[in-house]
């Protein structure tokens, strides 16, 4: 069993004789990216809104505790990150993809590695394949960085490494209102560390590309999925494409509204909060005239933390759902088992709670 987060990722299967589509040639869509009617992303949409949450607000902690509860996503303002920052973190996606095809390629993720320029890792559950792109960051984006920007590589260097710095200090903030939600204190969460900042936490960040593409209503962005994580946070351009399926509503569009970033609650919360609040599932649609782009901040404990329903919540009417287990093992897990990794980790079935993830069809669970 993999020890480390990123051991876990390498594990992960992945499209390793997949043919790069250079989606700025493509006139049709090709058979290969044709999904079928089940998965079209022209399904019928929910008018729902998600919680929009001022964190200056008093009662953010309670409004925060409710849209995970209900939702298990929601959107933030006055989150502390600078505008000039989302600004400069959108350029450098946005150079990075611009750039020829065969150059990205010079950045290219290895079969056995981690970081880099690839495919959705989700893909290879899924017959046919996501219009997307994405560059993964684990650790420092140096060496993939010189690849593409032999002379150029140290700006965007600087705002990885910036933007990884207050993604994660805001990834702190988030879990504290999310277990403060729950009743939890810094006493009930040892791995928090002694300042309870969470210093041994660990993040990955996704850059995700989705062109402008010829047939829309028959292609998948990316396909649904949660994320194996505690917490996910995603800033997205002015192009809306981010779906969230609400229970008994069907999928919901969040907005990408401007100075906002999109929480989602990841499968290890759901597990910390002993089921009460979901891991979300969401995808990605594309459009036919914009380009998007999306930034997902990816966050989990320790690599050696085991985690397990929170000792609040458990008493003898509310036993623990789940096992203990550690974000690298379930990773790993997730690989496997895909759709049915959190049921693979179930000591019992909720009480009087309807469980949604099974409720959802064989083929719709992600790789966070």
């Known amino acids: 069993m993999p020890s480390r987060v990123s051991d876990a990722i390498r594990t992960q299967p992945g499209h390793l004789l997949y043919k790069h589509l250079d989606f700025n040639s493509v006139k049709e869509l090709p058979d290969s990216h044709a999904w079928h009617d089940e998965y ?8 729902d809104s998600v919680p929009v949450i001022d964190l200056s ?16 996503v929601f959107q933030v303002t006055n989150h502390g990150i600078t505008t000039s920052l989302l600004d400069d973190i959108e350029s450098a996606g946005r150079n990075l993809f611009s ?15 981690v970081s880099g320029y690839g495919v959705a890792r989700i893909s290879c559950f899924f017959p ?3 219009w997307s792109e994405g560059f993964t960051i684990v650790g420092s984006p140096l060496e993939h960085a010189r690849q593409l920007w032999p002379h150029d590589y140290q700006k965007f260097c600087n705002v990885i490494e910036e933007y990884d710095r207050e993604m ?7 879990m504290w209102l999310m277990l403060g939600s729950l009743s939890t204190t810094k006493e009930d969460v040892k791995w928090a560390g002694p300042k309870g900042d969470f ?19 028959r292609a998948m962005g990316l396909a649904p999925h949660t994320d194996s994580t505690l917490l996910t946070i995603l800033h997205q351009n002015n192009t809306s494409g981010l779906q969230v399926l609400r229970e008994g509503n069907g999928w919901v569009t969040v907005p990408p509204l401007p100075g906002t970033l999109v929480v989602n ?19 990605a649609v594309v459009n036919r005239t914009h380009h998007r782009l999306s930034m997902a901040y990816l966050y989990g404990p320790p690599a050696g933390v085991q985690i397990s329903p929170l000792s609040k919540l458990v008493d003898p009417t509310h036993p623990p759902l789940y096992r203990p287990i550690t974000w690298s093992e379930y990773l790993s897990t997730k690989a496997k088992h895909f759709n049915k990794a959190l049921s693979s980790v179930r000591l019992c079935a909720p ?18």
């Open 40 to 47: 079209s992303s022209s399904d019928s949409c929910s008018m």
């Open 57 to 72: 607000d008093p009662n953010a902690m309670k409004l925060v505790g409710h849209a995970c509860k209900i939702w298990g």
């Open 99 to 113: 750039l020829p095809i065969q150059q990205k390629l010079k950045a290219s993720r290895s079969p056995d590695g």
């Open 128 to 130: 046919k394949l996501m």
């Open 168 to 174: 994660k200090q805001l990834a702190g903030r988030l």
């Open 199 to 217: 210093e041994e936490a660990s993040g990955v960040l996704q850059l995700n590309s989705y062109p402008a593409c010829p047939d829309p209503d």
């Open 265 to 283: 609650v990841g499968d290890l919360l759901h597990i910390l909060s002993n089921g009460l609040y979901p891991s979300v599932l969401h995808r």
């Open 351 to 368: 009480l009087n709670r309807y469980d949604h993830h099974d409720g959802v069809k064989v083929g719709q669970r992600g790789l966070g």
